[in-house]
C-alpha cells in the first residue's frame, strides 16, 4: 500500500452536488437515515435503529464541546463591514479565555482585511442591563491568520461573544445563520465551550435516543476536542503529504482513563460518535505509545506524521494504562494538550470497533479518515448513498462504520 504522503487527493473525490447537500436540519433530531456498514454489507435504517446496533457494556465515546458565537461583524465609520471570526486563543486555555475579564487575544479569521488598514474597531453591547464596549485590534498577520487583541469593559469574554457574536455555521451551507441553527447546531451532549465547528455527528441524538442506549447498560463517556475551523479545510495540494493539518485542543479525564481501561481489559467495545472523538482516542493511543512528556503547562501535543515513522506498536491498553499513571504521577486532572494527526490510507485504528459519522467532503481529511476506518469500501459506501438518496455533510445523515482492522 502507498504511504499516505504519496497519494493524490484526486482519489479521495465523488460527485457531491448541491442538491444531496442538507441546508437545514430536520424537524426532529432523530429523524435521520441510518446507513450501516458491516462486515462490507451496507444496509439502510433509521436513525432510530441504532439503539439496537449497541449492546450492553459498550463504552459510548462522545464530544461534549459546545460551539461558541464566534463570528462577530463591527462597521467601520466608512460604511465598511469587517468580520472576525476567531479561530484560538493565543497564550490561554479555552477555560481561562472564555473567563478572562477586560483582555485577551485570538488568532482569527478577518473578512473584508483589506478595508482595515489600522486602528480600532469598537462595537457597543448591551449585558445584564448594563452598556459595555467591545474594541479589537490587529497585531499581527501571518499563515494561519490574523492575531487580534480584544479589549471590553462589562463581564467575561464568553459573555460578551454571546451578546456581539453570531453562532457559525460550515460556510458550505451557503446561508446566513439562521435562529433556529442556534439551537439545532449545538449538541445534547454539549458542555465545555470553545469549539467553532459542532462535532456534528452528534447532531442525530435526541433525548429519547440517548436515554434508551443507556437503559441498555451502555456506558456514556465523555471526551473534549474543540473542534476548529480548519475541519472544513479541504486538502488544496496535489499530494496529501503536502497538506498541513489543523492542531485542535482536546481535554480527556483522568476518570475516562480509568473507566476506558477496565472495558478494554474486559474485551468490550468502544464505539466512538464522530471524527472528532475517534481523533482523540487515536492521539491518546500514540501518546502513551511515544511515552510522551508534556511541556511546562503539562500540555501534551501530537505531531501530524508521528503516527507513520517506524516504530514498535504497543497494545492499546498497555498504552493507555501508560498514560493513566502518568498522569497520577503528575497530579493532572485531565490530559490536555493539542493534536494534529491526520488518518487515512495505511493507517490503522487502534482505538475503536466502530465509529457514528456523518457524510463528509469531497478531498477533505474526514474522508481520509474514513479510508482509514472502512478501507476501499468508502468508494462503495458513498455510492450507495449518493443512491439511496442520503443527505449529506453537517446537517446530513447519519452512517455506523464498523472499523476493519489490520487483520481484515
Known amino acids: ?19 444531496h447537500i442538507a441546508k437545514h436540519p430536520l424537524s426532529n433530531r432523530s429523524d435521520s437515515q441510518l ?8 444496509e439502510h435504517k433509521k436513525f432510530t435503529d441504532i439503539i439496537d446496533l449497541f449492546q450492553p457494556d459498550d463504552f459510548w465515546v462522545i464530544n461534549n464541546t459546545k460551539v461558541i458565537p464566534a463570528r462577530v461583524h463591527f462597521q ?13 486563543p493565543i497564550g490561554m486555555d479555552y477555560t481561562s479565555v472564555l473567563t478572562s475579564q477586560q483582555t485577551c487575544q485570538w488568532l482569527c479569521f478577518v473578512g473584508g482585511a483589506k478595508k482595515w488598514k489600522e486602528g ?7 449585558l445584564n442591563g448594563k452598556e459595555g464596549l467591545l474594541e479589537v485590534s490587529c497585531l499581527d498577520k501571518n499563515d494561519h491568520g490574523y492575531t487580534i487583541q480584544w479589549r471590553w469593559n462589562i463581564g467575561q469574554f464568553s459573555e460578551v461573544l454571546d451578546a456581539c457574536g453570531e453562532l457559525p455555521i460550515p460556510p458550505y451551507l451557503n446561508r446566513d445563520t439562521e435562529p433556529e441553527d442556534y439551537d439545532r447546531y449545538q449538541t445534547l451532549f454539549a458542555k465545555l465551550e470553545g469549539s467553532v465547528a459542532a462535532p456534528t455527528a452528534s ?54 482513563l480509568e ?19 475517534l481523533r482523540t482516542l487515536e492521539t491518546l493511543y500514540w501518546l502513551g505509545n511515544e511515552k510522551a512528556e508534556p511541556n511546562e503547562q503539562h500540555l501534551f501535543h501530537l505531531g501530524q506524521w508521528s503516527p507513520y515513522q517506524d ?14 499513571q502518568k498522569a497520577t504521577q503528575l497530579g493532572l486532572n485531565t490530559i490536555a494538550g493539542t493534536t494534529q494527526i491526520i488518518m487515512g490510507p495505511g493507517y490503522s485504528i487502534k482505538t475503536a470497533d466502530a465509529l ?4 463528509h467532503q469531497p478531498k477533505s481529511t474526514l474522508l481520509l479518515l474514513v479510508h482509514a476506518a472502512v478501507g476501499e469500501d468508502w468508494k462503495k459506501i458513498y455510492e450507495s448513498a449518493l443512491a439511496y438518496p442520503y443527505r449529506f455533510l453537517s446537517y446530513g445523515d447519519s452512517s455506523w462504520l464498523e472499523i476493519k482492522k489490520a487483520s481484515q
Open 120 to 126: 480600532m474597531l469598537s462595537k457597543p453591547y448591551l
Open 35 to 42: 446507513l450501516y456498514y458491516h462486515n462490507g454489507i451496507i
Open 76 to 88: 467601520k465609520a466608512t460604511g465598511a463591514l469587517i468580520e472576525i471570526f476567531c479561530l484560538e
Open 356 to 359: 457514528i459519522t456523518n457524510f
Open 1 to 19: 500500500m502507498k504511504k499516505i504522503q504519496t497519494l493524490s487527493i484526486d482519489e479521495f473525490d465523488y460527485p457531491l452536488t448541491e442538491d
Open 203 to 256: 447532531l442525530h441524538f435526541d433525548a429519547d435516543v440517548i436515554e434508551r442506549i443507556k437503559a441498555k447498560g451502555v456506558q456514556q463517556a465523555a471526551l473534549t476536542l474543540h473542534v476548529g475551523a480548519g475541519t472544513f479545510k479541504p486538502v488544496s495540494t496535489q499530494n496529501i503529504g503536502e497538506h498541513e493539518m489543523h492542531a485542535e485542543y482536546f481535554e480527556v479525564p483522568i476518570s475516562f
Open 311 to 324: 516504530k514498535i506498536e504497543n497494545a492499546l491498553v498497555e498504552n493507555i494504562e501508560w498514560l493513566y
Open 259 to 277: 473507566n476506558w481501561i477496565q472495558k478494554l481489559k474486559l474485551n468490550q467495545r468502544t464505539i466512538v460518535v464522530g471524527t472528532t472523538a
